[in-house]
């Protein structure tokens, strides 16, 4: 009579997850159901006190404030000594944004979404920097677009006029 070998818990185990790991099947999830996740993943975090000496400024909550029909700006910090700010700004899609130039270095950096100035392409990860006196063409996003701008503070009152 042929002897078994007999399976090891830890063959066995290996087995049920491999099994389980192949056997599922990515799902692409909606907008509205990343939101609702990203969400929850953030109300679940313990909120600290950021290090001395430091600090933080939240995305989330109040302080949005809607500039035009396509975008929604949050201040997280101005130096007035500097005339410099830093702020989120969302896109919505079909954004156009008027050709201007500026008289402090932007810098500008792509956190969700997609946009374009003129032609050049801006996408997540991106960093787009137009120093002081530069002018650059209509901003425009088909998708929308999240992104952090350090510009000059205030914002200029006429900002077409070239500098």
Known sequence: MATRNPVSDDDATEAVFTALAEAI????????????????????????????????????????????????MK???????????ELLVRFLPGVQVPAHSHLKEEQMIIIEGECQIGDHPLRVGDVHIAPAGSWHPMITSKTGTLLLLRCEYPFPTDPGVRA
Not at 55 to 69: N, P
Not at 75 to 85: C, H, I, K, P, S
């Open 25 to 72: 099947v990515p799902v692409e999830l909606g907008q509205d159901q990343r939101d609702r996740l990203r969400r929850r993943i953030i109300d679940r975090i313990a909120v600290a006190s950021p290090p001395s000496g430091t600090e933080t400024f939240s995305s989330q909550g109040d302080g949005w404030l809607t500039s035009s029909a396509f975008i929604r």
């Open 75 to 85: 201040m997280l910090r101005v130096d007035e000594a500097a005339g410099t700010q």
